[in-house]
């Protein structure tokens, strides 16, 4: 399989979840073997922070933050998701603001803008990171492995105390570009009600609201439409997880397995994971050199 990037650019508007203000994003092609590169063009001289492991900020409190050269960029997880499910591996993303715009709190923003804008196959192959051994992170009664699997697949759980969310779970669930749009994409963040005076304190989730999450009270969903699924909750841990693993530039090969997960839990994983292709202790599929004929379109996953 070739690496993707976008046919042209296409621009969008919206509000940081966590910082409020509003921002302006412009996805534009990029050349294979670029990966995604963020640019802050909002500050004097603007800065290119590359969707990588090493970007990372330590930051993983309800969303990714990534981070180079003193400046850093929120919320980067959607995007990202819908730039992995799609296949879609070059990207130049610029960004007016601290926080990618959060849209209706799920990836389906992304992924029509991608879509829109055409994707466009590129002549160097795309680089796959086969899981040949086990794997596994705990943090206390939470974990994640992955192991060795044909194609990639991912189980998830999650356990909260509320009524409309309990234990959900999705189980060997094999991703494909169709499933990801069709099932994970349309998942939106939640959050609780209970939890937005201390989140406005600690300067998150300024922009939240009905109109881009999921909000639940003590025993009810508050949205006045409801769920798009009924395990919508654990849907979108996978979109995260999705858009988390992006960070390594490459597809994996294996089956990742998830309990009561999140953002720094799946980050742990990309740094183990990122670290073991260094030592070579994770076979990686050799990058096929570029080949000089004419590229094509294609839509994926039709």
């Avoid at 610029?94 to 992924?111: L, Q």
């Avoid at 959050?191 to 999450?213: I, P, S, Y």
Wanted: with cysteine.
């Amino acid at each position: 399989m070739n690496q993707h990037t976008i046919a042209e650019k296409i621009s969008c508007t919206g509000v940081g979840l966590h910082t409020g203000k509003p921002v302006q994003l412009t996805l534009h092609p990029a050349r294979a073997g670029t990966g995604i590169v963020f640019v802050r063009t909002d500050l004097p001289v603007p800065v290119e922070i590359p969707a990588t492991p090493e970007s990372l900020t330590g930051r993983a409190h309800l969303a990714t933050t990534l981070g180079r050269d003193g400046a850093t960029l929120d919320t980067v997880e959607h995007l990202l998701a819908a730039a992995y499910g799609l296949g879609v591996d070059n990207l130049r993303v610029e960004v007016d603001g601290p926080e990618v715009p959060g849209m209706d709190g799920s990836a389906a923003s992304f992924v029509f803008l991608l879509r829109a804008a055409g994707l466009y196959e590129q002549n160097a192959r795309r680089q796959t990171m086969r899981i040949t051994r086990p794997i596994e992170i705990r943090d206390g009664q939470r974990r994640v492995r992955i192991e060795p699997a044909r194609g990639f697949r991912v189980s998830y759980q999650i356990d909260f105390d509320h009524p409309c969310i309990g234990r959900q779970s999705l189980r060997d669930v094999v991703l494909s570009h169709d499933s990801f749009e069709r099932e994970i994409a349309r998942a939106r963040t939640f959050g609780f009600v209970a939890e937005v005076d201390a989140l406005w304190r600690a300067g998150r989730a300024r922009g939240a609201c009905l109109d881009n999450t999921v909000v639940l009270d003590g025993s009810r969903v508050l949205n006045r439409d409801g769920l798009r699924f009924p395990d919508e909750f654990v849907r979108h841990k996978v979109l995260d997880l999705l858009g988390d693993l992006a960070l390594l530039g490459v597809r994996v090969e294996g089956h990742v397995k998830v309990e009561r997960g999140g953002h720094a839990l799946h980050q742990k994983l990309v740094e183990k994971l990122a670290a073991e292709r260094l030592s070579r202790r994770v076979e990686q599929l050799v990058r096929v050199p570029e080949i000089e004929h004419a590229p094509r379109l294609a839509l994926l996953g039709r």
